[in-house]
């Protein structure tokens, strides 16, 4: 009896790690600087730097865990510091890989501010999304220099 307690209390355990190891980091990418974040909880001590003189290229981000991902919508957000969210479209030409242009992220943005760029994903069933409560998560901190 306590052989098939301790058996399953061992089976549940190594489950709950063994599924927390196959969530891989999201990968944010711009103007030749790399983080990788995770979607489970806050990364605060991210942070992205980016040139407004430099125009040219995308803010990328890579997401590994699409395939794992399809009952779920991913949705990427930069925010204000007072918590308010920019007119700024995430395109997906690729599956798992989203991005916006630099040019339309400093449209957008001010030099020597910071943003926060979040993510958050919803269920796909509109249904199910009613009565869900989802929590966002911070990718990393954006600095506009």
């Excluded at 943003?115 to 249904?127: F, K, Q």
């Amino acid at each position: 009896m306590m052989k098939n307690i301790f058996l399953l209390v061992f089976l549940f355990f190594s489950t709950i790690l063994r599924s927390q190891e196959e969530i891989e980091p999201i990968i944010i990418c711009a103007q030749g600087t790399a983080l990788k974040a995770s979607v489970m909880k806050d990364n605060i001590a991210n942070v992205l730097t980016l040139d407004s003189d430099k125009k040219e290229g995308k803010l990328l981000i890579e997401n590994k865990n699409i395939y794992n991902e399809k009952k779920w919508i991913r949705k990427y957000m930069l925010m204000t510091e007072q918590d308010e969210e920019l007119a700024i479209n995430f395109t997906s030409k690729l599956v798992g890989t989203s991005f916006v242009l630099l040019k339309d992220v400093f449209k957008k943005t001010k030099k020597n501010k910071i943003y926060n760029l979040y993510t958050i994903a919803t269920p796909a069933d509109p249904e199910e999304a009613a009565y869900v409560k989802m929590r966002r998560f911070l990718l990393c901190k954006v600095v506009i220099k």
